[in-house]
């Protein structure tokens, strides 16, 4: 019994420094203050041209809060698993008293937090954002589901991007096929499975869309010139319910396989 | 005996019929510099990447002080100081900051980790370079930064697979006297490499590797004495006479003698005490001796020889 205390405390030590480490290499990297940045600067540009209510300006802010994740999520977690077999760093790492399960909890948790960072920087300007220009009293009372939302979405992005890195050998293509996959692969599965009249309830993009929805604006809004052509795309709006789920069960299953596959990984 | 390293029958496949390592078994005393010895493919760091615990064994068992690392993984590695390869280094980070985050994972207090900073970066010689970012190093530097990183713990045992691998001579000797000094101080060492030179100046004991098997193992001094040719070169002041060869024939442990000006190669049966007789009876034979060197083979001689025996057992 003690000895098994004793391991958890030391896993849970191990994944705690980590996490501390990764963080560091985040900020040494600059990786962490440009996104952060970005999370800062990209809601001022709908200073651009604001809408009459408080309700329709978050939710137009909060349409980009997708990209930012995925951007995050793309950069935090790119190179999680395979950017220390590429560049050789894991023989410095490994042959150390910490288990390879630490250490990819650790960095895992490291992606997480920075992208939870820069979602809350970034919910944090839009909420000064409408409360300067509508008032306190204006500010959204679903505001706090959407965040809560957004986080869970950054939880199976991070976790989608983790699974890439653990699956692929460099670091540039884990990064740029999971950026991918989630800005458009699943955005195409999507919108066929929408013209054939199939809702796409269990991709993770679609159920992003709560994170405005929540808002009581619709955000999966038709793009080019004319609403009436493309009314197929309003045809559906993910159920709060099963949209949650659906993103954490990817961040699980994404979480899960990339861990297995790093901890087996030999080379 | 407790052994400092110790493996029992290790096998490692990589599909269905190649073997990395073919029921390689070692035991290396507490306080031995061993070079473990092999061409490229032997599977020298196959059998170290087990020992640190980078890779799991097919079958079989490696101990470090007597603990399972596959097993207990953890407890072994803390034992272990490992500079494996030609490891890469996090570019944006300075010395202080990655071999403080590596005294955190060997659960080293602040004040000693920052201690042990200095001391490390003083004896490899990049002091000066503690708070510079490591993208700036050379590869001499970065070798002994990484050497460095395996010492900061003050570990019993050392692995150093290819320590001198890409570096310059002043690199390669940089790191056989740091070699020397942890030899001196008591450490064990296990020495990958195929240089020979380097394995014969600092190594005491040399194994042998060929095609995942163990081939040869000996002690220096015992490989030493194989490599005796039975031949002494003698160098005396002036020329030989006649009558001084026909002196130096008549020595009865001499066998036969060839004679070139002031130099003659006594051939012998290759036993260390004939050859002090000998250099006793040429003294008392009043011969002047300038010098007097038992002739033998280099490492590289007995290298050649232990792996022409392995392809002709084949």
């Known amino acids: 019994m003690e000895i098994r205390r004793e391991s958890i405390w030391n896993d849970v030590f191990e994944t705690y420094l980590s996490v501390n480490f990764e963080l560091v290499k985040h900020l040494k990297r600059r990786r962490l203050p440009i996104v952060a940045a970005l999370a800062v600067i990209v809601p001022l540009i709908f200073y651009v041209k604001v809408p009459d209510t408080a309700d329709v300006f978050a939710a137009t802010v909060l349409s980009f809060v997708n990209i930012l994740i995925v951007v995050s999520a793309a950069m935090f977690a790119g190179d999680a698993v395979c950017g220390e077999f590429e560049k050789k760093t894991s023989l410095l790492l490994f042959p150390t008293p910490q288990r390879r399960s630490t250490i990819f909890a650790g960095k895992y948790i490291a992606a997480l937090l920075a992208t939870f960072l820069v979602v809350l920087l970034y919910y944090l300007t839009m909420t000064l954002q409408t409360a300067q220009l509508y008032g306190w009293g204006e500010i959204p009372a679903e505001l706090g589901k959407s965040f809560l939302t957004a986080l869970i979405y950054s939880a199976a992005a991070v976790s989608v991007v983790y699974f890439f890195s653990a699956l692929l050998k460099r670091s540039i293509t884990s990064t740029i096929v999971g950026f991918l996959f989630l800005m458009m692969i699943l955005q195409v599965v999507a919108m066929v499975l929408m013209l054939v009249h199939q809702e796409p309830w269990f991709i993770v993009t679609y159920s992003a869309n709560l994170i405005t929805d929540v808002l009581g604006v619709l955000s999966s809004l038709p793009f080019g010139p004319g609403e009436e052509e493309h009314a197929w795309v309003l045809m559906f709006s993910p159920d709060f319910g099963v949209g949650i789920a659906v993103m954490v069960a990817y961040a699980i299953v994404g979480f899960v396989t990339g861990m297995a596959m790093g901890i087996r990984r030999e080379d | ?314």
């Open chain 2, 1 to 314: 005996m407790e052994y400092a390293i110790r493996t029992e029958n290790l096998v490692k496949k990589y599909g269905k019929d190649f073997a990395a390592l073919d029921g390689v078994s070692l035991r290396i005393e507490k306080g031995q510099v061993v070079g473990y010895v092999g061409p490229n493919g032997a599977g020298k760091t196959t059998t170290i990447k087990i020992l640190t615990g980078l890779i799991k064994p097919s079958s079989g068992h490696a101990y470090v002080n007597g603990i399972d690392v596959t097993a207990n993984a953890r407890k072994a590695l803390r034992t272990i100081g490992a500079l494996i390869e030609v490891p890469g280094v996090y570019d944006y980070l300075t010395p202080h900051e990655m071999l403080t985050y590596f005294g955190k994972v060997y659960r080293m207090s602040s004040a000693e980790i920052d201690h042990r900073i200095k001391e490390t970066l003083e004896l490899v010689r990049l002091s000066d370079w503690e708070h510079k970012k490591m993208g700036t190093f050379s590869t001499g530097m970065l070798r002994r930064l990484t050497i460095a990183k395996a010492l900061l713990h003050r570990p019993d045992n050392l692995i150093l697979d290819e320590p001198v691998l890409g570096l310059d001579p002043e690199g390669i000797r940089d790191v056989r006297e740091l070699i020397r000094q942890f030899r001196s101080e008591g450490m064990t060492v296990f020495l990958s490499s195929h240089l020979l030179g380097e394995v014969a100046e600092v190594c005491n004991t040399v194994i042998f590797l060929n095609k995942g098997k163990v081939i040869s193992s000996d002690s220096m001094e015992g490989i030493g004495r194989s490599l005796e040719l039975g031949v002494v070169n003698v160098k005396f002041l002036k020329s030989l006479s006649r009558e001084e060869i026909e002196k130096l024939r008549a020595i009865e442990l001499v066998r036969s003698v060839d004679v070139n000006d002031r130099t003659a190669r006594l051939h012998y049966d290759g036993k260390p005490e004939s050859s002090v007789q000998i250099l006793r009876r040429l003294v008392s034979s009043n011969f002047e001796v300038v010098s007097y060197n038992v002739e033998s083979a280099g490492l590289e001689d007995y290298y050649v020889s232990v792996m022409s025996d392995e392809k002709g057992a084949n």
